[in-house]
């Protein structure tokens, strides 16, 4: 059957379910539920956390389309695959017994891997995906988290965020693929075709869910949920295009940002939501509010002067469906309003139909119970491998003097700081719990940078640290033991967060931290600085005075083994870094500023340049060369260049085009990755590597707000290397 007959079919059947379904099933569609609406008391602990009388409630009598969440905030926390398998068992089972049979959507926040089902495999967060550069491990990550959920039982992953990461105060910067729109466009796209395959109604694929739409990510004071001032034309440059990506890979769902920009709550904004997602990027699928967001332009933005107001706003804006998440208000409201004419039919049945057809399309209809075994989907040797293989390409060595690294596995070596002993600083937020932070529930067969160090080496090894990442570390005692030992390895970070949990005033690193370096630094001893954590916290001090910097960022479960791997030698580093760090806290120029932002005393200077990333051998990019030095608008140019591993061992290297239009109607940054890829070479190898770009890549938003392509010259940038090109109007 044809992608079209398979489209036709699927209309035919929401259309015909649509003309059965009475006011209250379709207002029922648009309401999604928090688990613990259905849950028994302390439902994260119970054998079986269903309260059956609570779920007919929620399937009978009020039709809900959808339930979210682990058992039960707030203290949600993963679920054993079993448990899972048979809650949503239970949940599939009822909504089987209704009068049309409309199967529940059930979401979960599976953000690198199956988040909330126990032992699942915790890939690096997006951050550190992005730093790999490397689009197939992104896939693939697709692919294992879109098994694993479907292997526990569950429908839908609120994921990839497709918000672009330029502000890094905020306690989210570390969910988004960093401030390049090509990499995370790229990277996410990536994503969602593992996730979604061709056919996301296949038993191991799941569809995905873009977030936050949009400008969720720029918060001016750089607080979790707070305004964004985004003029249109930054918006149509620099935040809407990933989303756009995301609706070109496929993503059937979006999630609402849920602040502001520029004065309107993003729930209640047509523009972006209707005219822009809708009438612009072709979005068939549906939209779904963010936590609460609905009521909140009552209650938070006196937006609404009524509950009532507030869903009419939202759902006119388009909202197609209601997180609520705690209760029937927004099922009550919106039948209410419906019944009045205040929200018409048509709007209802538009969105009724998006939900449906996203529920067809993911075959749940078919579907009398999980999609998919346990057994052979659930942590694979090969996820596992996979997972490795991600945590060692996110890792980025930032800074290799005289060598130090790699470590001799002789050496002895004393091990320090808070985030040297945790599992929780390389997973953060969205692991095991919402918050990622309580260590005893993470598994105990994984290692962390300390374990994994221990294990690799023969030399002596001291630990000096606490147990949590709170614990105060004995100054003098780590002094007198680094006194004692060869070099020190030194973990600094951030603990686990996510969200307004996750605010902070200052990208400065925590004072104690600092004294701990400072005294260490003070003995003379080599000292490799390594960093977890979500965020660009400001080490430039001692960066300075360290021999060797190593940014893990969030390197997910496997994150101490490939540490250690990076600091002996045995797995040579490929990561680079999807963010510019800055050099101090207010120094947030990203690499594709504007000519302004380098121009006189102003200048791009921070402490590690986006894409920057050692390697333990060298590579050499030359030969670049165009198809033509002359196009006419509208076509594409191609671009050719070699690399070559000028170094001794093998190692990847992700090759990076960069492209500058010289002279244009509306100032334009001084560089934008257009292309990369990344290969590996052995020692000598080199290889021919061909990029494409399109009258897309060349254009810009102009003065009128519209994307065009201006006739002028334009600059090719690979490595040390440039390439000219004019594109003519005849
Ligand atoms: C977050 C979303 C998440 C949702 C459901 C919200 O608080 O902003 O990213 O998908 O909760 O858990």
């Not at 509950?307 to 469906?321: H, L, N």
């Not at 600083?425 to 095991?432: A, D, E, H, K, S």
């Not at 600092?514 to 600085?529: S, T, Y």
Request: aromatic share 8%.
């Amino acid at each position: 059957m044809s992608a079209q007959e398979a489209n036709e079919i699927i209309e035919d059947q929401v259309r015909t379910l649509l003309a059965q379904m009475t006011l209250e099933e379709k207002v029922g569609q648009m309401t999604q539920i928090d688990f613990s609406v259905i849950s028994v008391e302390n439902g994260q602990d119970a054998e079986n956390p269903i309260d059956p009388a609570k779920l007919e409630n929620a399937i009978f009598n009020h039709h809900v389309g959808s339930i979210l969440n682990t058992p039960t905030t707030p203290n949600n926390k993963a679920q054993p695959i079993q448990k899972w398998r048979h809650m949503t068992q239970t949940i599939r089972e009822l909504a089987a017994k209704t009068r049309l049979k409309i199967p529940v959507i059930y979401g979960i926040d599976a953000i690198h891997g199956a988040t909330y089902t126990q032992n699942s495999v915790l890939f690096p967060q997006a951050i550190s995906m992005a730093a790999t550069f490397n689009t197939e491990l992104s896939f693939k990550t697709g692919e294992i988290t879109a098994r694993e959920v479907k292997a526990s039982g569950l429908d839908w992953n609120f994921s990839p965020v497709m918000d672009i990461g330029r502000q890094p105060l905020w306690p989210r910067l570390w969910e988004t693929y960093g401030e390049d729109v090509h990499l995370s466009s790229a990277l996410g796209s990536a994503f969602i075709q593992g996730h979604q395959g061709d056919d996301f109604a296949q038993a191991d694929k799941a569809p995905t869910c873009l977030k936050h739409y949009v400008g969720y990510s720029y918060p001016l004071n750089g607080k979790d949920r707070s305004p964004a001032w985004i003029g249109e034309r930054a918006l149509r440059e620099y935040f809407l295009p990933s989303f756009a990506a995301g609706v070109k890979a496929g993503a059937p769902t979006v999630m609402i940002n849920s602040a502001e920009v520029d004065g309107i709550p993003g729930h209640a904004n047509y523009q972006y939501l209707t005219t822009i997602l809708r009438g612009e990027m072709g979005f068939k699928g549906f939209t779904v509010s963010d936590w609460e967001d609905i009521i909140r332009l009552y209650t938070r933005d006196k937006m609404a002067a009524s509950p009532r107001q507030a869903v009419k706003i939202a759902v006119m804006a388009g909202v197609d469906m209601s997180m609520v998440p705690f209760d029937f208000s927004f099922y009550d409201l919106l039948l209410d309003l419906a019944k009045t004419g205040e929200v018409p039919m048509s709007r209802i049945d538009e969105a009724v139909s998006r939900i449906l057809r996203v529920k067809y399309q993911s075959g749940l209809f078919d579907r009398t119970e999980p999609a998919l075994a346990v057994e052979g989907n659930f942590v694979t040797d090969e996820a596992v491998a996979v997972n490795r293989q991600a945590a060692r390409e996110a890792i980025v060595l930032a800074k290799n003097d005289r060598q130090i690294l790699p470590l001799s596995k002789q050496a002895s070596i004393l091990v320090t700081g808070p985030t040297a002993n945790l599992l929780s600083v390389m997973n953060g937020g969205w692991t095991i719990t919402w918050q990622g932070s309580k260590e005893e529930l993470y598994p105990q067969d994984k290692l962390t940078l300390l374990k994994a160090i221990q294990q690799k080496t023969s030399g002596k090894v001291t630990y000096v640290g606490g147990k949590n990442f709170s614990d105060e570390i004995n100054i003098e005692q780590a002094v007198n033991a680094a006194r004692q030992h060869d070099v020190v390895v030194l973990a600094l970070g951030e603990k686990p967060y996510t969200e307004t949990e996750g605010n902070i005033e200052s990208l400065n690193l925590d004072p104690l931290q600092l004294q701990l370096a400072r005294a260490i630094f003070e003995i003379g001893k080599p000292v490799v600085l390594i960093t977890f954590g979500g965020r660009p916290r400001i080490i430039t001090e001692i960066a300075d005075k360290a021999q060797a910097v190593v940014l893990g960022f969030l390197p997910g479960m496997e994150g101490g083994s490939a540490m250690a791997d990076i600091l002996f030698g045995d797995v040579n580093p490929s990561g680079k870094l999807p963010i510019s760090y800055p050099r101090q806290t207010n120094d947030v120029v990203p690499y594709d500023h504007k000519p302004l932002e380098a121009y006189e005393g102003n200048q791009y200077r921070p402490l590690y340049p986006f894409a920057h990333g050692l390697s333990y051998t060298s590579f050499a990019t030359n030969g670049l060369r165009l198809s033509t030095d002359q196009i006419e608008l509208g076509e594409s140019i191609d671009v050719t260049v070699n690399v070559k591993n000028t170094g001794a061992r093998t190692g990847k290297e992700a090759v990076l085009v960069y492209l500058h239009d010289a002279a244009a109607s509306v100032t334009r940054p001084v560089k934008q990755l257009k292309a990369f890829k990344k290969v590996e070479l052995a020692p000598g190898q080199e290889q021919s590597l061909q990029f494409t770009l399109t009258p897309q890549d060349m254009s810009l938003i102009g003065i009128d707000m519209q994307r065009v392509v201006e006739a002028g010259e334009f600059k090719v940038m690979v490595g040390h290397e440039t390439a000219e090109f004019k594109v003519v109007k005849h």
